[in-house]
Every structure is written in C-alpha cells, then in structure tokens.
C-alpha cells in the first residue's frame, strides 16, 4: 500500500501551477524593494510575479511594466524594453497608463541610439496621454531624439520607409553537407572496423578551423541548477524570460522556443516526476518523446530492425550499423538507437540502478507514453547516456562571480567551462576517442560545431578527446578513466608512446621522468634510468601531497585579497616542493606559475607577473600543444600585462597569438577574450603607425 501511495504521488501534475495569490505577494514586495531602490531584489520579485500568473491576467501584465521599470534603473535597456513591448501588447494592462510604458520603451532605445523607434514611442505615448502635465515632458524626449538624426534619416522617418531586418548567421553554412551523414561536412567517410567500430576518416584535405560536423541535439535537458538563469529549451541566458503558461518554473527566451518546447514539455509539465528525476533519465524519456510525436507526423521507425541494434556489433550485409535500406546515416531515432550500449560490460550496480529507473518511470508514466514507453528500450537508452551523453558547455569568466571591485584588482583573468546542459549527439557520438585529438568542440546554443584543430590529410582517422586528455592526466590515469566509463582500452599514438609531461623526476639532477617499476614486494617504486637510483613511490605522493596543501593555503589567501604576501608566501613553498618532484612541463607547475602571476598582476608587479606567466605558456604549450585554448588563454593574459607594463611590442606578440589561436575555437562575438585581443590588436596597430610610422613591422 505504501508504495502504491508513493507512485501516485509521483503521478500528480499540480505541483508549481500558477496561483494569482502568490504573484500578489510577490508583486507587493517586489514594489517595498523598488520603493527603497533595491533594484536586483525588486527584480527578483517581479519575475516571480510573471511565473505565478496564470496567463492574460492584469497581474501578468503589471510584472512585465514593474518588471521593465527594475530592469531600466539598471541600464539594462534591451531587455527592459522588451517587458514594456510584453506589457504594452496584453489587453489586461490598463489605457490610461500605457502612455508611461510608450515613454519608458523609448527612454530604452534612445539609449541603444535607436532614434527612429524612440520617436514613433514618443508619438504614441503623447497620443495616449490624458494628463496634460506628462506631455512636455514626453516631449522634450521627443525633440531631443528628433535632434539626434541627420535631416536625410528625418525624411525618411516622414516617408515611412521601415529598415530591412538583419538576418542571422546560419551555421549550417559553415559546411558542404555530406549526402550519406547527416549533419556532417562532404569531405568524412563513415567507415567501419571489426576493431575500431564506426568512425570517420577525411576524404579530402581539410584545413585547421575548417568545420566537420555542425548537428542540434536529438534530445537535451538543462542543468537544473540553471533552471533560473537560462531558456528551458535553447539555454542562453535570458533575464527578460517569458514563462510557461501552466507551471511556474520553466523560462524560456522567446516564443519561439515556447513552441518548440512543447513536445516534450507539455508531458513534463507540473509532473512531481519531472521535477524529481535524474537528468540523464529525463534525457531518456525526451528521445522517447520525440520518438513518438514524430510517429504521429508520419515517421515510422522499424521496431524489429531497430532492436537488433542491441546485438553488439550488428550490421545488415554490408551495411553500417544504423544506416537505412539506401546506406544513409540520418542521426535519427534508428541512428540512435544504434549506438552501443555496453549493456553486458556495465558494473552490476550501475546496471541494477538503470533498470530501477526504467521501472519506476514505466509505472508512474505508463498513462502518459501510451504503449511507446517500452521498458527494455528505456533500460538499453539510459545504458547509452553513460557512453554517448556530451555535456554542452560554455566558456565563462571566474572573476563574474566575485564582486565587482575584487576582479577589477587583477589583470590576470581566470576562464573556465561550465556544464550548461546535458544531450545526445547523434551523429558525433561516431567520434572515435583519442588523448591528442585533431578536433574540438564549440556550442552556440544547443548547437555542436566540430572543428579541426590541424591540417588533416586524406584517409586520416577524425578524433575527438571524451574527457582524458595527454595534458590533463597521465597514461595510467587516462587509461583507468576511459576503462571505466567508456569500456576501452586507448591505443591511440599517446598512449603507445608512455610518453607522458606528467610525472615524478629524479631525486639526484638527474632532470629526466622516474620509471615505475612493477614490484612484486608491497609498495610503488621508482628508478632512475640514467643514476638506477631507486626511490620510494609512497614518498613521493606524500610530497605531492603536501604541495597542494601549500597550494590550497595559497588559493585562501588570494581569495580574501586582504594579504597577497602570505599568498605568495605559500605560493613559493608549493612551488619549492613540486620544482623538487615533478617533471618540469608537469601541469601542476603550470597551475602555481599562474597563481604567483595573477598575485603579481594585482601588486602591479609587471616583471614578475609576466615571468610567471611566460613560464606557465612553455609548460601549456608542451602539454596542451602549439593551438590549444589553454595556450591561447596565457598568451592573452601575458598581452594585457605586457600592455600595462608598456612594453607594447611584447604586448601586440601576445595578443596577435591569442587572437590567431582562440578565433579557431571560438567566435568573436561569443568569446570575451578573444574581442578584448582583437580591440588590443587593433589599438596597438594604430599607436605604432602614428608613432613609428606605416612600415614599423619591417
């Protein structure tokens, strides 16, 4: 009986509805924060209101108006102007006040410089107005936006002639589609090998930076820790979101997206399920989803083919696994449904956990899926996550989530990647692993870009890194990691070569990498082949060990800001202790150059910081390679404190490397650092051909 109540509380679909009562509340505390100019709190609470009103209710459009208000006081123009246009369409909003949100929309493009549209809001908030003290004041905006265009751009306001909208880059663009794989550039082969399985090898040449794959998700799920800060279906940030008409957690960006939700969101919303489950397992469930509305618009996918795929290894005569009758791979459901699954290699804890999750989900669905929520499908889908997930990802700036006086104080800037969403790739999961990979991944939005990191020859294998990379960890660590998780053992050429940056050196000067030796006797050991001295492996991941405890001290007192020299103290004693172990490209080396750079960088102790970071680049170059985002990320770094050293000819070297490097993994006008390199770039090109003159670089 307890768990029959258990999975009928699962069923119920009321959870987060839409209550006209709470969105009063928060409207009244949103407006108490307003009153006091506590804008972001105010902020806050008027997006609550928009998510608890049920749709066109006066409520709604009272929080996109208030809402506006919050956003304008804080020179978010943009969006501010877009909860005026939400609440200036809503017929609940009332007449004789619209002329204050006709006036506030066009304070927001004035400000963005649209002139044109600031004066047609101008006009429409005077033919609105009603009280006669509001219309001066309304009018000297209008002048003064009038003022601000050229007489030519004045009659064409007066003619009426409406600007041709500007169109969106289409990434599609950025390859010749393959005829037999979908989503991939003409110049891969899908090949299959008894040994290697499914993989891509070049046709023809391909150039570094040139584009390979370009592919939506087949299925995605945002991160539900973001669940407040991005779109539900497109994850870009969105501070001006439109909410879901029934529940009161879902935000989306557009309308656009609303619609393009519903296929799956109208299933999960207001479902305690939902809101409870794992996300791999909700990923699960949106390809069934997708799998069964796209039935009911004429896909038919054929079952008994489809489950052959569970066979490991499985082709029809000469085809390649999830190919159709004409040899096509279409990254469809039956493309999915063919990639392994590694079900008889799973830990039979992870396996039992699977079926656990398939089971549950069948109960308390079953209502919802019709006869499409098969219990081994589900079962060999959440098998395949373990192998084929890729985490959709985004380049951000460590120093955001401090305050804002702190991250002014170091020109060091630290970047790292953050895990938006969690989707299934159809097509790139064909992507054979290797630890030195000749290809990179790049997201905007949902969409995955695969992009050569090197000149590729014809007949050349395309790889990809899923994790464990030659600059990261050793061979052993990557050779554990890659067995665990993806049921491989690596042959790639980094793995043969034992080759590795990271490890321990001799004790004695010796400067080469200590071999360990296989010992039958209790303990690691470690020789010397030059000296054959032999040294205790327990003693050195003791010191190791140690290192990072200085390190950490180090990282406490950056942190704080309010004693650096103690940080740097800490700093030199982990740097003392790993200088004595490690290798001297190891990347742990690297890690406290960059610390003791950033330190220096906030004393403005130009020297030292760039000798730090100049010392960091050789050890990033040697691990991550010559082209790598790493390398590039120093190289802008070391640029800014160049420039503020004035050591301009340095600074332009470094910014014209991190420009050429990181606009091969990202784009401009995605990427913070690299605009900031190209503004750099572009500033000291114009100081030297004043200064020096138009031939300085010969």
């Known amino acids: 009986n307890q768990d029959k109540l258990n999975v009928s509380k699962l069923r119920r679909r009321d959870i987060d509805s839409k209550s006209i009562k709470e969105a009063g509340e928060w409207k009244q505390k949103g407006n108490a924060q307003f009153s006091k100019k506590e804008l ?28 506006s208000a919050a956003l304008f006081h804080m020179n978010l123009f943009k969006e501010a102007a877009e909860d005026a246009s939400r609440a200036l369409d809503s017929s609940e909003y009332p007449k004789d006040k619209k002329f204050k949100i006709f006036t506030r929309r066009g304070q927001c493009r004035s400000a963005e410089n649209r002139w044109k549209d600031a004066i047609a809001d101008y006009q429409k908030a005077i033919e609105n107005c009603n009280d006669s003290k509001e219309i001066p004041n309304i009018q000297k905006h209008l002048e003064k936006a009038k003022s601000m265009l050229t007489s030519s751009q004045l009659d064409e306001l007066n003619s009426n002639v409406k600007e041709e909208p500007k169109r969106g880059k289409n990434l599609n663009s950025l390859l010749e589609q393959n005829k037999k ?6 110049k891969l082969k899908l090949c299959y090998d008894e040994n290697v399985g499914r993989h891509f090898v070049v046709g023809r040449d391909v150039e570094k930076g ?7 998700p087949f299925a995605a799920v945002l991160n539900r820790d973001l669940e407040s800060k991005r779109c539900h279906h497109c994850f870009k940030s969105c501070i001006a979101f439109l909410p879901c008409n029934r529940c009161s957690y879902a935000r989306f960006c557009s309308r656009k997206c609303i619609e393009s939700s519903r296929w799956y969101h109208n299933l999960e919303c207001q479902s305690v399920f939902f809101r409870k489950a794992p996300t791999l397992l909700i990923l699960c469930l949106r390809i069934l989803s997708r799998r069964s509305a796209e039935s009911h618009f004429g896909n038919q996918y054929d079952d008994e083919d489809s489950d052959n795929g569970d066979v490991e290894g499985f082709r029809r005569g000469d085809s390649i696994p999830g190919t159709d009758e004409e040899g096509k791979w279409n990254a469809g459901f039956q493309s999915l449904n063919s990639l392994l699954s590694h079900i008889n290699e799973f830990p039979i804890l992870d396996l039992l956990d699977n079926v656990f999750c398939a089971v549950l989900s069948q109960r308390v669905l079953k209502d919802s899926f019709d006869d499409s ?26 120093s955001s989530t401090t305050k804002p006086e702190e991250s002014k104080r170091s020109n060091v800037t630290h970047y790292k990647q953050e895990r938006i969403a969690e989707a299934i790739y159809v097509t790139s999961s064909l992507l054979n692993h290797s630890c030195t990979p000749n ?22 294998e395309v790889s990809h890194c899923y994790g464990p990379h030659v600059g990261h960890m050793g061979v052993k660590q990557r050779q554990f990691m890659l067995k665990k998780q993806y049921f491989f053992d690596c042959n790639c050429p980094a793995c043969r070569s034992k080759d590795d940056a990271e490890g321990f050196i001799c004790p004695n000067g010796c400067g080469i990498k200590l071999k360990e030796l296989n010992a039958w006797t209790e303990g690691t050991r470690f020789q010397c082949d030059r000296c054959r001295c032999l040294v205790n492996g327990d003693k050195l991941v003791e010191d190791e060990e140690t290192s990072d405890v200085f390190y950490e001290r180090g990282r406490e007192f950056l942190e704080d800001q309010n004693n650096l020299e ?3 103290l800490w700093y030199n004693k982990c740097l ?34 760039a000798n730090h970071v100049q010392k960091s680049i050789s050890i990033i170059s040697h691990t991550f390679g010559e082209e790598s985002p790493e390398l590039g990320h120093e190289h802008a770094k070391v640029a800014s404190i160049y420039y503020n050293n004035n050591d301009f000819v340095m600074s332009i070297e470094h910014a014209e490397k991190a420009r050429n490097i990181l606009s091969k993994h990202f784009s401009k006008d995605k990427h913070e650092t690299l605009a900031e390199m190209e503004e750099l770039r572009r500033h000291l090109l114009d100081f030297f051909e004043q200064t020096v003159g138009p031939y300085w670089s010969t």
């Open 566 to 568: 103690e940080a740097l």
């Open 373 to 398: 929520l098969n219990l081994t499908q589900l079962i060999k889908h959440l098998c395949q996550m373990r192998t084929n997930v890729h985490a959709i990802t985004e380049i951000t700036d460590e």
């Open 210 to 216: 040139e584009a390979l794959i370009v592919e939506e």
């Open 40 to 67: 972001e709190g105010a902020f806050e609470s008027y997006s609550q209101v928009i998510l608890h009103s049920p749709p066109n209710c006066e409520e709604l459009a009272f929080g996109y108006a208030n809402r």
């Open 439 to 460: 290809t990179i991944l790049q997201f905007e939005g949902r969409q995955m870009i695969v992009k050569a990191t090197e000149d590729i020859l014809e007949g050349t």
């Open 181 to 186: 794989v979908s989503n991939a550039s003409s």
């Open 576 to 609: 003392t202790k790993r200088e004595g172990i490690f290798t001297k490209h190891h990347p742990k080396l690297a890690k406290v150059h960059d610390s003791m750079g950033e330190i220096h960088s906030i004393q403005k102790d130009w020297k030292n910081a």
